[in-house]
Structure formats: structure tokens, C-alpha cells
């Protein structure tokens, strides 16, 4: 799998969008991006994947660039609740085996 | 829908001893993948099961083991524990349809933590 490099830590004011980076410079053509977030103590939550095309749901919005060497995980209106680690990861389809890296450490401040 | 379940959640050690997981993935999931969690290593994997057969393996030693039963239930066995093996274990199931054909996202259940003294 490509290697992903994530900022260690942001903070985020409650309400406001959340926008997260990820660089994966060197993707390739089959690599998927995900997005998963792990608050404390729990298991990691899926939020979003996706290939090429922009990607939105009940959760995120995941914008990726058009050569596919980074890309942004958008929380719109980010709440407490939201305050987690948050993972980028690519992978091919079908393949388990995921790195998981360091992530980025999100603070939802009040 | 029921989610991934793993037993026990907490569970105490001493080195030496041998321990066993069990996770039962969301009922049509035939894939079970397990992690290690430490605050030092980060997510690990582990290995990954499908149809009874481990398809892939981390880079652990071979005192680290696991198996899936026909009902896609899963365990893991670690035996004559460290005091490195303390960690959150995860498992995570998914549909694991055909590798290229589907990007299968993976759904973890809240693990076990293990705590060898």
C-alpha cells in the first residue's frame, strides 16, 4: 500500500467545516483512498472512500485532487462528538491488510 | 444490524499464560481481519480470514495465531505472553468480495484489552 502523510494535530472550532489533508503521493492507479476516525478507546469508524470522483455522505465530504496525490476529508459542521484521531489510508480493493500510519489528531473546541 | 462483537472486552494476564479472543462479524460478513493496538506501534495487522483460511499475515511472531470457523466467527490465540503483548485487539469483518471488485470497507468491532503483568 502507498504511504500516506497526515498532519499530527489540528483543532477545530464546533460548528465550523474541518478540513483534513492527506498526501499520497504515490498512489496507484488501482489504490482506493479511505478515510476512518477512531475516538478513544473505541474500534476505527469508517467515514469515506473513494477512487477519482469527489465522494460525499451523512458524514463527510472527500475531495480528491485531480492526479490523486492528495486529498481533503471535509467535516462540515464539525461537533464535540467529532474530537478524534483521524486516518487516511489507500489500499487496493479486496486488500485487508491495512497501514494505518499515525493519523491526525482532531480537537473540536466549544 | 448487529456489529462486530468481540469477547472478553477486558481481560488480565500474566506472562507465560495464553489467551484467546473471539469476534463474531456482522452476520453476511465472510471476511475477519484482527489489529493490534499499542500507544507505541500504532494499528497493526495481524492477519485475515476468509472462508476458513488465513489469506494474509502481519508481521508477528508465530505465537500469535488465529483461525475462523464455517460460521465466519473468528479467534485468535496468543500464547506464552509478554508484557509487550498488552494492547487493544481488534477485529474488523467485511463482505470480502473478490480482490479488484470491490473496495469492501472494513467495520471494527470496540476490542479486547489485554493486560499481561
Known amino acids: 500500500d502507498a504511504k500516506t502523510t497526515q498532519p499530527t494535530s489540528m483543532d477545530c472550532a464546533e460548528g465550523r467545516a474541518a478540513n483534513l489533508p492527506c498526501n499520497h503521493s504515490?498512489?496507484?492507479?488501482?489504490?482506493?483512498v479511505y478515510w476512518y476516525r477512531q475516538i478513544h478507546s473505541q474500534g476505527p469508524q469508517y467515514i469515506i472512500h473513494?477512487?477519482?470522483n469527489n465522494e460525499t455522505n451523512e458524514m463527510a465530504s472527500l475531495i480528491i485532487t485531480e492526479d490523486r496525490k492528495s486529498s481533503t476529508l471535509i467535516l462540515p459542521h464539525a461537533t464535540l462528538r467529532d474530537t478524534a484521531v483521524y486516518y487516511c489510508i489507500v489500499r487496493v480493493g479486496g486488500d485487508y491488510k491495512l497501514s494505518f500510519g499515525a493519523g491526525t489528531t482532531v480537537t473540536v473546541r466549544a | 444490524k448487529a456489529g462486530v462483537t468481540q469477547t472478553p472486552r477486558y481481560l488480565i494476564k500474566t506472562r507465560g499464560q495464553q489467551v484467546t479472543l473471539s469476534c463474531s462479524p456482522i452476520s453476511g460478513h465472510r471476511s475477519v481481519s484482527w489489529y493490534q493496538q499499542t500507544p507505541g506501534q500504532g494499528l497493526q495487522f495481524l492477519f485475515e480470514y476468509f472462508s476458513e483460511t488465513q489469506r494474509n499475515k502481519g508481521n508477528f511472531p508465530g505465537r500469535f495465531s488465529g483461525r475462523q470457523f464455517s460460521n465466519s466467527r473468528s479467534e485468535m490465540n496468543v500464547s506464552t505472553l509478554e508484557l509487550g503483548d498488552s494492547a487493544l485487539y481488534l477485529c474488523?469483518?467485511?463482505?470480502?468480495?473478490?480482490?479488484?471488485?470491490?473496495?469492501?470497507?472494513?467495520?471494527f468491532g470496540e476490542g479486547s484489552r489485554l493486560t499481561v503483568l
Open positions: 474488523a469483518s467485511s463482505l470480502a468480495l473478490w480482490a479488484g471488485v470491490s473496495t469492501g470497507e472494513l467495520f
Open positions: 504515490t498512489i496507484s492507479g488501482n489504490e482506493y
Open positions: 473513494g477512487l477519482k
